[in-house]
């Protein structure tokens, strides 16, 4: 038999033993002991070009499964990314969706395009949120989405900071003060939660991810002001990176998550949090080494953050402007894969999700 045959074979009856062992365990388990460990692999520009070859080959890579693994749904697609949610599923792996309200190029660093909070909230985009959560409700298990995320920077287009900035909404003393940027963010999500929620996609698991560190970093733009409230989320998340470009300063992991992560866990005693991103880019200055970085990250994940029950690391490159390239690539460099493998070997890295009826 053809030997690629023979793969989307064996793919497509591991996806219906998939199907049947979720239906029969369909509640995705948060451990007691460990963390799930997960990775989003280069998927290209619009971070959905998932493959079962690229999967397969960072599992070889890091000598690891992946318990997670995370892609982008970007709006403008239209469409509910079944076969890549199966895929993924079939390999044994949750799904972690990116689910972003933004239109093609898909720039950065530009303002609200026809996606924006307020046309989600005017009820002009209620028909795909109604398709999408309908095709997601068919899933027979449970799977993360990650819903217009790091929303206190200023890159993206959902950005509080392009929604309204400045005084409070209200002057009352007795009430306390909300900003119309995060406010308007925390009425378009609980619109999309309910509106979902009402096609009967009670599988997902609502991702709350800010940035760590809030940019700029000042009192209306903080986390806590867009958190939509516990009934809307089930895990907090962060985006954690140390340097990406040249002109940045290398951070320690430990400065970059210690104080987030306690801002986190004040928004909840409970939630399960996770890094739905971490990484760090090669750099080839003295005193900057990656590899030593993804070490100290790996040493202080497993024995300081005892409600982080999840990491997924950003496995990409790409071409930056002015031709420089950020390399976060897991396998930038030997030191980088070699503490990756090193790090990611300890059992508290859970390589398989478990499920429970």
């Not at 053809?2 to 239906?23: D, G, K, P």
């Not at 920077?153 to 209200?170: C, D, I």
């Amino acid at each position: 038999m053809n030997v690629f045959l023979l793969r989307i074979l064996i793919l497509v009856c591991c996806f219906h033993l998939s199907l049947a062992s979720a239906t029969e365990a369909s509640r995705l388990m948060v451990p007691k002991q460990g963390a799930y460990t997960g990775a989003y692999i280069d998927f290209g520009d619009g971070e959905d070009g998932v493959t079962l070859e690229a999967i397969e080959k960072f599992q070889d890579l890091t000598a690891k499964p992946l318990a997670i693994v995370a892609f982008g749904s970007f709006w403008a697609r239209q469409a509910f990314p079944t076969e890549k949610v199966g895929l993924i599923r079939a390999y044994g792996a949750v799904p972690l969706i990116f689910w972003s309200p933004w239109d093609a190029p898909f720039d950065q660093n530009h303002g609200p395009d026809q996606y924006s909070l307020n046309e989600i909230l005017a009820g002009k985009w209620d028909a795909y949120i109604d398709r999408w959560a309908a095709d997601a409700a068919k899933v027979p298990s449970q799977f993360f989405v990650s819903f217009a995320c790091e929303m206190n920077g200023t890159w993206f287009p959902w950005s509080g900071w392009f929604y309204g900035k400045g005084p409070p909404v209200t002057g009352d003393p007795k009430i306390p003060a909300t900003w119309p940027g995060p406010e308007t963010y925390k009425k378009a999500w609980r619109y999309v939660v309910d509106r979902a929620r009402a096609q009967g996609a009670t599988n997902i698991l609502w991702v709350f991810q800010p940035n760590n560190y809030s940019y700029p970093l000042i009192p209306w733009n903080l986390a806590a002001a867009y958190y939509p409230g516990p009934e809307y989320v089930d895990w907090l998340a962060l985006s954690v990176y140390g340097k990406q470009y040249a002109k940045e300063d290398w951070c320690p992991f430990r400065l970059l998550l210690e104080w987030p992560y306690e801002e986190l866990c004040r928004l909840d005693p409970q939630k399960p949090v996770m890094l739905a991103e971490w990484g760090v880019a090669e750099s080839h200055l003295p005193g900057e080494e990656k590899g030593a970085w993804i070490t100290s990250a790996f040493l202080e994940m497993t024995s300081r953050y005892p409600r982080l029950k999840a990491a997924v690391f950003w496995h990409e490159r790409w071409e930056n402007e002015d031709g420089s390239y950020s390399n976060l690539r897991v396998n930038s460099s030997k030191a980088s894969l070699q503490a990756y493998r090193e790090g990611v070997a300890n059992p508290f890295w859970l390589g398989r999700p478990a499920w429970t009826p």
